[in-house]
């Protein structure tokens, strides 16, 4: 249906003519604004109170404005207090200070808003309002990968209600709006990969057919801004910046060379820019905070309580943080692998009809985080794709990044609490986003993985309850 309008015609006949269009034909970007509504509208409706305890970004914000990177800590008393935050290292040389231990991509994009309302800022709102974007660009990412408007809408309510990116876009307290944020450059740094693929593939099209384009040479701009993006969205999440093998198998450049220098320039650009924050706020390049975080942060969650009266003894140290382990250690691996992939929720047998009692309930999250197989089953749906097609460019380098930062997080000495699902899945979330849309289009759209997505959906939709009722 082709739209045409008579010049001079009234309005009200022009939108007659329009809506029906619109109606019949949507294109992407009316499909992307409408999933960026829904998503607003669920998130916030999810949260409506946006209670944030732990808003440390909107201290660091406040700190930069002032020109300075210490926060004031511990604050006790007025309108606004920290006292009780965690996750902050009090600096010995300056009295009533402190260091915080994030990259800090959340503060600087709530300078606007810290500049207006100060200390009243309201970072959560700021997640509700990223996550809902991020949302609409899933979609705008999915859309590059598959024709079938059926699988891109799956695959973007999977990423957007079914994995735990909808938990932390409704609570927004510092850990999680720091993966939410990240989430949103992650996206556009995969989006542009794969704009450069397509620019290449019509590059080599014109070549066939005798039209002189050229190789263009090593560098090339949407690769390079590929990488500056994942530099970006590495300075909210540090993890993320091991996505890297994604921009050396995808995206601008015709080789695997050509297409590691572009995006790796641009990388190198934000990653500089974070070395020298770093040493401005602590003389270090390397945040020392964590270090001293990892020696006194309170780690009690696990093993479990009453661990001995319930498991043997060999279980519970099993399950117990070792502080004599590096910060980043290889032996954390096995405990971490289990929480993300096994830990279960908290079962109440003495509770066997009850489901949403905060005091007694048969099913409850556990704190300490669950499998992402039971949070987001559809992600299973990806691993025949990857045993199958490894050897595609595009399947090869979505595995490599989520390997790559998956074990990153899993070396570290904490997966994150209070937390429901595995909050660090949302660092590869966008990749295997990809995986996932690859196999929904090879599977196709059948009864069985339209269930998944309801099931993750609906498992989603049951944590974020808990996390609120729960005042998580």
Known sequence: MQLTVTRGAPSSERLARWLPSLLLRP?????????????????????????????????????????????????????????????????????????????PLPALLLLPQVFIAGLDADAALLAVLLGAINVGLAWRMVSRLTDDLRVALLATIFFGFGTVHWYAAMLG????????????????????????????????????????VGPGGWFRPLQFMAGFLLGIAAIGRLPILLGAPFLVFVGAGGSYRARAFSAGLGALIPFLL????????????????????????????????????TFPPAVCDFLTINRDYAIEDPRHVPLNALIMLAWPPVVQPECLLSFFDRSCSLFRPSPTGMSILLTSPLYLIALPLVRSAWRQRLVMGSTLAIVAIGLLNLMHFSQGWVQFGYRFSNDFAPFALVLVTLAL????????????????????????????????
């Open 441 to 472: 289009a090879w599977r196709g759209v059948r009864p069985w993985t339209v269930t998944l997505v309801v099931i993750s959906v609906l498992v989603n939709a049951w944590g974020v309850y808990w996390g609120v009722a729960l005042g998580w």
């Open 27 to 103: 294109r992407v970007e009316h499909i992307g604004f409408a999933f960026v509504l829904i998503a607003l509208a669920v998130y916030l409706i999810s949260n409506p109170a946006r209670t944030n305890t732990y808003d440390h970004f909107v201290w660091q914000a406040a700190a930069l404005l002032e020109g300075r990177f210490a926060i004031d800590y511990p604050v006790h008393d007025g309108p606004h207090v920290n006292y009780y935050f965690q996750d902050v290292m009090p600096l010995i040389d300056q009295p009533g200070r402190g260091l915080l231990p994030f990259p």
């Open 173 to 212: 307290s510092t850990w999680f709006l720091a993966h939410v944020a990240a989430i949103t450059f992650l996206l556009l740094s995969i989006t542009l990969a794969l704009d450069g693929e397509r620019q290449e593939r019509a590059k080599s099209a014109l070549a066939r057919l005798g039209m002189g």
């Open 274 to 309: 974070l070395l020298a924050y770093n040493y401005a706020a602590s003389g270090h390049f390397f945040n020392p905070a964590y270090e001293w975080l990892y020696q006194t942060e309170f780690l009690a969650y696990l093993p479990p309580p009453n661990c001995q009266a």
